[in-house]
Nanobody, 115 residues
Framework: QVQVVESGGGLVQPGGSVRLSCEASGRTFSSYTMGWFRQPPGKQRELVARITPSGSTIYADSVKGRFTISRDNAKNTVTLQMNSLKPEDTAVYYC?????????WGQGTQVTVSS
């Protein structure tokens, strides 16, 4: 069964950092463009960043210069390093394939930025 599991979220103060991890099982994702998405409270899910198999990246304007997406194809993992966090970054964060068809969405990991 194909599955993605996100981890690493939590409560962090504004200006702080957190590192999210996504581990995929049931399939090798080294040939897929992967993305991190987020869903703020009461809003639609949105793309945060994506990374191609070769490591080319694209970021949403709202996170450019603060977030870094990376991948380890040998470990089948995708990571999102989040720095200089703002309250508006509060959301549930998910990883998935960037292009459809999407995998079943995981539980996500909650990131709350608050003092």
């Amino acid at each position: 069964q194909v599955q993605v599991v996100e981890s690493g979220g939590g409560l962090v103060q504004p200006g702080g950092s957190v590192r999210l991890s996504c581990e995929a099982s049931g399939r090798t994702f080294s040939s897929y463009t992967m993305g991190w998405f987020r869903q703020p409270p009461g809003k639609q899910r949105e793309l945060v960043a994506r990374i191609t198999p070769s490591g080319s990246t694209i970021y949403a304007d709202s996170v450019k210069g603060r977030f870094t997406i990376s991948r380890d194809n040998a470990k089948n993992t995708v990571t999102l390093q989040m720095n200089s966090l703002k309250p508006e970054d509060t959301a549930v964060y998910y990883c998935n394939t960037y292009f459809p068809p999407r995998l079943p969405w995981g539980q996500g990991t909650q990131v709350t930025v608050s003092s």
